[in-house]
């Protein structure tokens, strides 16, 4: 195993960062075992991941402890046991993008500018970033991860802006030699993995799949904030993209999330319809309820992915590395199946 630890800072401190934080004290100091889908990646165990860095845009977090930010409003996660003390305290983030109006109302935004950010990731001497900013923050997060690769540290796109599939943003994460992954975290078994898997599935059973729907129903800021209805339409574009590559051609496929729920909290309820053909052309549906919750869904990944790009950069890789983002995300530069991305990301990481 390295004798190092990953230092980490969490950019956006809301309900999936809360969970991963969470998750990282749970296992990383022997409260339990179960639910870790790999407790060592690329070398690296749970106990290995440092987090010394954390930055977020709302005033109810910015300077408190960790320990306490991702317990503070408008986080609605569960909280499974208090956190000790962390040390690290949440300092003010970037915003360069206007709000939409849900996000507006949400949030009491307080903020700094850039340069500072890059002077705060080099004084922490960070090695990952992990941006988990609501989504449709464009500019924001594509600052972020500029100021993470003039900072010198690896970055990991959780939110759908194209970062890690923008040609020039990998470029400069090659030149200064640091790795970037995503874009849009897959979730462990969210409606998008369950219905690739599906696919998959029905497909290895000679079964011909012929149209699907998944339509989510969630609670929490982010889904609030995609009720915003460019945001919406754009997630939804990316699901279905990211389920069309389980399938070829003749295959019609709808994917979003269609409403907010406030008592759902961070929970997620996903309806998902196959129609599909078996012998002589018989007919076949398959109506599947998931209930997952976002936060929880997002750990495992989370800490998979910070464990690997930093055995990626070790190794000397530097821009995209596609074993990784094929993995954990659902927008990519290159087309893979869920299974074999799943295949490659473990050979290569997990043994
Ligand atoms: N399972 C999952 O949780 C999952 C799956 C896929 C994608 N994602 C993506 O992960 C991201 C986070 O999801 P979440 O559910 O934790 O969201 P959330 O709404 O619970 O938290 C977002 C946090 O980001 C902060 N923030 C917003 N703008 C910021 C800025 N400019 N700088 C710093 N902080 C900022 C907010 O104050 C909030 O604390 C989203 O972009 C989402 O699309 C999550």
């Not at 503070?72 to 003390?85: C, Q, T, W, Y």
């Not at 850039?114 to 705060?120: D, G, L």
């Not at 943003?169 to 078994?189: A, H, P, T």
Request: with cysteine; charged share 25%; hydrophobic share 35%.
């Amino acid at each position: 195993m390295p004798n190092r630890k990953i230092r980490v800072a969490f950019i956006g401190i809301g309900n999936s960062a809360s969970t991963t934080l969470q998750g990282l004290f749970y296992y990383s100091s022997g409260r339990g075992k179960d639910g870790l889908w790999h407790p060592v990646v690329g070398g690296y165990g749970v106990g290995d991941v440092e987090v010394v860095a954390a930055l977020d845009i709302d005033s109810r977090k910015v300077g408190k402890d960790l320990s306490e930010a991702i317990f503070s409003e408008p986080n609605i996660v569960e909280k499974r046991f208090e956190i000790p003390k962390t040390g690290v305290v949440v300092e003010k983030g970037l915003l360069e993008d206007e709000l939409n109006p849900y996000l507006a109302s949400a949030l009491k935004v307080v903020k700094q500018d850039k340069n500072s950010i890059v002077e705060y990731l080099k004084k922490h001497r960070v090695d990952v970033v992990v941006n988990t900013i609501s989504s449709g923050l464009d500019k924001s997060s594509i600052a972020y991860a500029e100021a993470s690769c003039e900072a010198g540290a690896s970055f990991v796109n959780t939110t759908p802006t194209s970062v890690a599939t923008n040609p020039d943003i990998v470029e400069s994460f090659k030149k200064r030699r640091v790795v970037v992954v995503g874009d849009d975290l897959m979730s462990q078994l969210g409606g998008t993995a369950l219905h690739r898997g599906l696919v998959y599935f029905l497909k290895s059973r000679g079964i011909k799949p012929v149209r699907s729907y998944q339509l989510d129903v969630g609670g929490g800021l982010e889904t609030l904030n995609t009720m915003y209805e460019d945001l919406r339409d754009f997630k939804k574009q990316v699901k279905t993209s990211s389920i069309a590559e389980e399938v070829n051609e003749g295959w019609e496929v709808v994917s979003g999330t269609t409403d907010y729920v406030d008592f759902l909290g961070n929970n997620r309820v996903t309806y998902l319809q196959f129609n599909a053909t078996g012998f002589m052309g018989s007919s076949i549906i398959i109506n599947i309820n998931l209930r997952s919750n976002d936060g929880m869904n997002a750990g495992n990944i989370i800490l998979d992915l910070i464990r690997a790009v930093a055995k990626a950069r070790e190794d000397g890789l530097s821009g995209n590395v596609n074993e990784i983002s094929n993995y954990g995300f659902k927008k990519t530069l290159e087309r893979k199946r869920i299974h074999e991305a799943t295949m490659v990301f473990e050979s290569k990481y997990c043994r």
